[in-house]
């Protein structure tokens, strides 16, 4: 079983930063992908960006040269720094794991970032 636990939630002025931290517990694989998604009241639940245990990463188009996804295999820890934040990233931001060969998502209880002056 899988268990993650993110912290770095909070309110923060427009173009201000925060950085997001996701740790994973339990037997955790190379294969494993992590990443995060977020959620706004009455929106889906939307990729933000996602890392590989290579370090390759991906990010949605809206946050892209403003957060930036790093993972420390060894902490089996993933980080989210947001930069430059904006009034329409606030929402709940969710940690997920993506076991490939079990094609199964683990998901974080979720941390509120809130951008508002």
């Known amino acids: 079983q899988v268990q993650l636990v993110e912290s770095g939630g909070g309110l923060v002025q427009p173009g201000g930063s925060l950085r997001l931290s996701c740790v994973a517990s339990?037997?955790?694989?190379?294969?494993?992908?992590m990443g995060w998604y977020r959620q706004a009241p009455g929106n889906q639940r939307e990729l933000v960006a996602f890392?590989?245990?290579?370090?390759?990463?991906n990010y949605a188009d809206s946050v892209k040269g403003r957060f930036a996804i790093s993972r420390d295999n060894a902490k089996s820890t993933v980080y989210l720094q947001m930069n430059s934040l904006k009034p329409e990233d606030t929402a709940v931001y969710y940690c997920n794991l993506y076991r490939f060969f079990l094609e199964r998502n683990y998901w974080g209880q979720g941390a509120q970032v809130t951008v508002s002056s």
């Open positions: 890392i590989t245990t290579g370090g390759t990463t």
């Open positions: 339990g037997t955790i694989f190379s294969s494993d992908r």
